[in-house]
């Protein structure tokens, strides 16, 4: 700062972001240096200068006495980070200037990037020149303004009496492996931030009441899903619709109840029966909807997790975007650092085996999808909120090679034995097969091999490649109306899609 720059601040007042003070701690109020820090932090930033004394309308450049510029910054500093909870984020910058004989100190705050900002306990903001502490509503402001972490907030209408400690014990025992009593209970809940002290008080935090409160939603209404389901996608009614409340363990078991009476099943042969399996793995959707509700942002009042089947179609979409600098790219490439706004949510599901460790999900739902035979799911990234969509699809029947996908209008009305298989395992190898390659694997004769291709060719699975049957060079092949290969996505599913539904 240069001469002009600091005579300018002295021709201002005392205002929400420029205060000026004689000497560190020389007041009335030992701890206003600390409070004002604070408070720009939570407001809008500012300048604290000291060796200047305002005496109503006039400002007096006074110095430090005796005091060293050095010796400020220190026991300063000090101050901050003994007294300052969470630690300023970037850190005040500290600059050291003299005007004529006397030495002056600028400390220089920003708008901190992780409120609130407390002063021994307390949230303090910036209201004129005055640092005033902070109500519930500005407290709660402040939480949302910083979209880094969100579970760990108090939730200052509740109580302990709010959490089910009988649930509580019951659960943390079987993560601790060992039993817990007393008093130790409610230190094990403040450790996890289960708990949170607020003004010497006992609260349960946004974490706390998601996961372990009598009835979570009296205090957080946005944390329900909505579900629902229609076997006709271009349908207007809706064959059925729910609501999930309760905890999140409870809302798990009630979305996978929901998700295994509506999702549409497909035939598949598997050895040589036929059996029905979901159009899309259970497993992949219930990755979905655990991360929605561990990632989803829990200050959005207005929103709440939706869940959709429509046909072969379903749709997981929650609150909140991705945060900051995370993009769906750089987590399937692996190289990031995993990112949540709910870090104590996720670390429970984590280590009571609901979610494997973070930063895996994505790749995992994709992993399920592949081996199910499905496109992968189109990840839908927004400001405002984050989307996954899964297609489901007639499935191939064997393994290996490039698939012969066959309609279940078809396998349905059909009785595949091991032979049948034993061919079209070879077609979706080679691409094609001759009678005579099937003779050979299943020795029989020519024409018992002639019977089968032609059950395969009425049922319209495979067609011959020469119009004449006695053409010697004839053989067979997936038939034209079947999808030999699964179809590209005209779109890069990573990319920004707009909603489906």
Known sequence: MNLDEFNSLLDDFENDDLEFRAALGMNEDKDRDIKTIVAFYNTRGGKIIFGVQEDGHERKVVGLGEMLPQTLESNLVNKIRGRCNPEPNPFPKIEFFKDGGHHIVIVHCERGDSPPYKANGKVYIRRGSNNVEANEEEIAELYRRNSQVCDNRPVTNSTIEDLDLEFIKVTLEKRERSQIIGDDLIKLLCRMKILTNTNGESKPTIAGLLLFGKTPQDFLPNSRIRAEAKSDPDSTDWDDIAEFSGNIFEQIKDFESFVRRNIKVSAKVVGFERTEIPDIPIEAIREAVINAITHRDYSDSGSEIQLKIHGKKVMIQNPGGLIAPLTVETILSGDFIPKTRNPIIADLLVQLGYMDKRGTGLKRMIHLCGEAGLKEPEFGEFPDRFQVIF???????????????????????????????????????????????????????????????????????????????????????????????????????????????
């Open 391 to 501: 297609n489901g699809g007639d499935k191939s029947i064997v393994d290996g090679g490039e698939k012969i996908i066959i309609p279940d209008s078809i396998l349905k009305n059909i009785k595949l034995d091991t032979e049948h298989k034993k061919i079209l395992k070879v077609v979706e190898k080679e691409k094609e097969i001759n009678s005579t390659k099937c003779q050979e694997i299943l020795g029989k004769s020519k024409p018992y091999a002639l019977r089968k291709l032609n059950e395969l060719i009425s049922w319209g699975i495979l067609q011959s490649s020469s119009s004449s049957k006695n053409d010697p060079n004839n053989s067979y092949i997936p038939h034209k109306n079947l999808s030999a290969k699964e179809e590209k996505l005209s779109t890069n599913p990573h990319k920004e899609q707009s909603t489906l539904f």
